[in-house]
């Protein structure tokens, strides 16, 4: 299902999104919900790394258990040599 949703848009902005769809050969509509839904994307991905890594934070304070600097290093350094292992424990 679909719903309409208006936006009201500054002079300069509407005219940089018409000469945009008209460079492109697409409709305003199309190139707003492209830029939704990029933006959107972007958005929840950053949400979830952070909840990720405050998840990791707590585990850490309660724990102490982390992953040595040279043993990550190392792993960095095979990873960008193209020898994919798993991440060190």
Known sequence: M????GIKLD???????????AKR????HWIMR???GVYL???EN???EKSEDLYRWEQYQLTGKAIDSSVAN??????SD?????CPQ
């Open 2 to 5: 679909t719903t309409t949703q």
């Open 11 to 21: 002079d300069s902005t509407r005219n940089r999104l018409k000469d945009l769809a």
């Open 25 to 28: 050969n697409r409709s305003p």
């Open 34 to 36: 492209t830029a939704i």
């Open 41 to 43: 994307d972007r958005e």
């Open 46 to 48: 950053y949400e979830k």
């Open 74 to 79: 190392k792993w960095l350094k095979d990873l």
């Open 82 to 86: 193209g020898k994919v292992k798993p």
